[in-house]
């Protein structure tokens, strides 16, 4: 029996770091679209929905001829989870059909490509989790915390350096994806949890949207690698 696995996608109106962040041009379109475009031409994939609080963003979604879910403002804050938003969105898909899988996608990460959606979905069945974060091996990194007025080496000892090929594999979740099933988060009320697997995608498709600096940044990488 075919599965029904839906892609949602949560774009808020409002943003700290840039106002109206999805909306601002990259590379000559709207950041949201570029998330919808990886979206509407992923393989295997039943359905595509858009959630947010704003008319402009949706507006931008119903010209895809997506799927358009009001959020509602008391879970569109700054200091709203996205697990509101996608628990938010299931409960509402769910009053007409039964959803079996879901691909979350951040619609911040405008460098990722619609063969990484399928990728990770085809490991997610594969390998049957019930979770699933995108990722990146991180390599040699060598990562440190400030602790009080001093500083502490969190993965690696600094007075035993190893050498780069005795480190193990480290990996970063990305946040450009997550695959769970709406049973796991409405359980764990988190996208992750039971048997999680990870999906690597190349280290430079994990940079984000985040502050104005990464427009550019972004844009750079895109048209030397995607476009």
């Known amino acids: 029996m075919k599965k029904n696995i839906v892609i949602i996608i949560l774009a808020r109106g409002g943003s700290k770091g840039i106002p109206k962040k999805n909306l601002k041009k990259i590379c000559g379109k709207p950041l949201v679209s570029w998330t919808i475009e990886h979206a509407i031409h992923a393989k295997k994939i039943s359905s595509v929905w858009l959630s ?7 507006k931008i979604g ?3 001829g997506i799927n358009l ?14 697990v509101s938003g996608w628990i938010h969105a299931i409960s509402l898909i769910e009053k007409n059909e039964k959803i079996d899988i879901v691909i979350a996608l951040q619609p911040t990460s405008p460098l990722r490509e619609s063969k990484d959606i399928e990728k990770g979905l085809k490991e997610f069945q594969k390998n049957q989790y019930d979770s699933m974060f995108s990722g990146a091996d991180i ?14 080496s969190i993965n690696y000892n600094y007075k035993n ?4 090929q005795e480190i193990e594999p480290q990996y970063v979740e ?9 049973k796991i988060i409405k359980k764990y009320n988190n996208q992750l949890g039971g048997r999680i697997g990870i999906s690597l995608m190349e280290f430079w498709k994990s940079f984000q949207i985040d502050d104005a600096t990464d427009i550019e940044f972004c844009e750079t990488i895109m048209k030397h690698y995607l476009l």
């Open 52 to 58: 947010s609080d704003s008319d402009q963003i949706l």
């Open 69 to 82: 879910i009001k959020r509602p403002k008391n879970i569109s804050k700054d200091s709203s989870s996205s």
């Open 161 to 164: 350096r190893k050498r780069r």
């Open 62 to 64: 119903r010209g895809y």
């Open 139 to 152: 390599g040699d990194f060598y990562i440190w915390k400030k602790q009080n007025t001093s500083l502490k």
């Open 174 to 182: 990305n946040g450009s994806f997550f695959i769970f099933t709406p």
